[in-house]
């Protein structure tokens, strides 16, 4: 199963940036798509980005098409999540999670434990 | 509003059986993308419950079980424990999103 390990959360103030990251073990972390998936407090799943394996193909939710940004580093087992322009609704935590099956049929059989974001001021 | 809709709770008895159901549309569920349903313990990680609408992974006991019918799909769960006590959610792929889509979660309680 491997294990996900999620860090850069913290208290940011509205309008500024973050990166979060993801180290990875226990797999080969280069042969595998890898998404973060954010849940504000008392609030359900929410998909934000996935990133192909070869880190070839982005995409992003709707919510955070051209503030974030997904990335990784094969040659670190890490995954990132550049964060701009944040608001209060980006508040939550956000999960490292590995991306199973392929194509539109994915899902998520790995999941980190997660880095809480909060914005305010 | 979440494009996947689930009922907000469910409940049941030790031993009994209980389905959450999982509402979706013609760019998702309806499209023939398949449902995964993903179970959350109060204060931990969502963990894989059921993928490709009825497989099971490896350490899952079979008295999860899932299906999909046209717009839905839903979770079944029997023999209930006090330890199933937690949220559930269903997730798919949306076309007119062009990405993942998630249901908004079901809390089930064991009476």
């Known amino acids: 199963q491997g294990e996900l390990v999620e860090s850069g959360g913290g208290v940011v103030q509205p309008g500024r940036s973050l990166r979060l990251s993801c180290a990875a073990s226990g797999f080969t972390f280069r042969n595998y798509d890898m998404d973060w998936v954010r849940q504000a407090p008392g609030k359900g799943l929410d998909w934000v980005a996935v990133?192909?394996?070869?880190?070839?193909?982005?995409y992003y939710a709707d919510s955070v098409k051209g503030r974030f940004t997904i990335s990784r580093d094969n040659s670190k087992n890490t995954l990132y999540l550049q964060l701009n322009s944040l608001s209060a609704e980006d508040t939550a935590v956000y999960h490292c999670?590995?991306?199973?099956?392929?194509?539109?049929?994915?899902?998520?059989?790995?999941w980190g434990q997660g880095t809480l974001l909060t914005v305010s001021s | 509003q979440s494009v996947l809709t689930q009922p907000p709770s469910v409940s049941g008895a030790p031993g009994q059986r209980v389905t959450i159901s999982c509402t979706g549309s013609?760019?998702?569920?309806?499209?023939?993308?398949?449902v995964h349903w993903y179970r959350q313990l109060p204060g931990t990680a969502p963990k894989l419950l059921i993928y490709g609408n009825t497989n099971r992974p490896s350490g899952v006991p079979d008295r999860f079980s899932g299906s999909r019918s046209g717009t839905s799909a839903s979770l079944a769960i029997s023999g209930l424990q006090a330890e199933d006590e937690a949220d559930y959610y269903c997730q798919s792929y949306d076309s007119g999103l062009s990405g993942s889509v998630f249901g908004g979660g079901t809390k089930l309680t064991v009476l």
């Open positions: 013609s760019s998702n569920i309806g499209a023939g993308y398949h």
């Open positions: 990133i192909t394996y070869d880190g070839r193909n982005k």
């Open positions: 999670v590995r991306g199973g099956g392929s194509g539109t049929d994915r899902y998520f059989d790995s």
